[in-house]
T-cell receptor
Framework: GQQVMQIPQYQHVQEGEDFTTYCNSSTTLSNIQWYKQRPGGHPVFLIQLVKSGEVKKQKRLTFQFGEAKKNSSLHITATQTTDVGTYFCAGRLNQFYFGTGTSLTVIP | EAGVTQSPTHLIKTRGQQATLRCSPISGHTSVYWYQQALGLGLQFLLWYDEGEERNRGNFPPRFSGRQFPNYSSELNVNALELEDSALYLC?????????????FGPGTRLLVL
């Protein structure tokens, strides 16, 4: 069954609003990676989190890894139309398990 | 530096036929991963090759197989194609065998089974 769950599946926001996607695993992960896939494109690596409770920032993007290393989140502040795409988390167990992704639509 | 390349970009087959998809990793990368992305779905892990060996396999039937060549390029074979095999097949490569490394994805092969 699905090892890594991701919610929500879809999110529509007005440009300038914030956006958050959540990733949850039933088991402790070694690390977690986040990818972005633009419409018609392929996944592109954003970041990797390894340590319990780790928080990393990339401009308007904030990534968190839970204390128990079972969940993670990606938060985008003040979305822009360039943020459109599907965001995937990938949790490392014995292999990488990708979440189902959150498709973000930004309405200008 | 050239990225991951995949061929063909599109492939149309009929049920029961066999499909072969190819992937060339980034120079210096020894690991190759194969994923299936069905329309509107996430990435399902198929296979992981490193240094010519199969390291791990996803929950797919045996008619999905592959190999990695000495130059680290890889081939994915799908036998006895079924309609539900229609999907985007993505290949990714990484620098080491450790799956903690960043995966760089190719543009994918879009397979359509009629």
């Amino acid at each position: 069954g699905q090892q890594v769950m991701q919610i929500p599946q879809y999110q529509h926001v007005q440009e300038g609003e914030d956006f958050t996607t959540y990733c949850n695993s039933s088991t402790t992960l070694s690390n977690i990676q986040w990818y972005k896939q633009r419409p018609g494109g392929h996944p592109v690596f954003l970041i990797q989190l390894v340590k319990s409770g780790e928080v990393k920032k990339q401009k308007r993007l904030t990534f968190q890894f839970g204390e128990a290393k079972k969940n993670s989140s990606l938060h985008i502040t003040a979305t822009q139309t360039t943020d459109v795409g599907t965001y995937f988390c990938a949790g490392r167990l014995n292999q990488f398990y990708f979440g189902t992704g959150t498709s973000l639509t930004v309405i200008p | 530096e050239a990225g991951v390349t995949q061929s063909p970009t599109h492939l149309i087959k009929t049920r029961g036929q066999q499909a072969t998809l190819r992937c060339s990793p980034i120079s210096g990368h020894t690991s190759v991963y194969w994923y299936q992305q069905a329309l509107g779905l996430g990435l399902q892990f198929l296979l992981w090759y490193d240094e010519g060996e199969e390291r791990n396999r996803g929950n797919f039937p045996p008619r999905f197989s592959g190999r990695q060549f000495p130059n680290y390029s890889s081939e994915l074979n799908v036998n006895a194609l079924e309609l539900e095999d229609s999907a985007l097949y993505l290949c990714a490569s990484s620098r080491k065998g450790s799956s903690g490394e960043t995966q760089y994805f190719g543009p994918g092969t879009r397979l359509l089974v009629l």
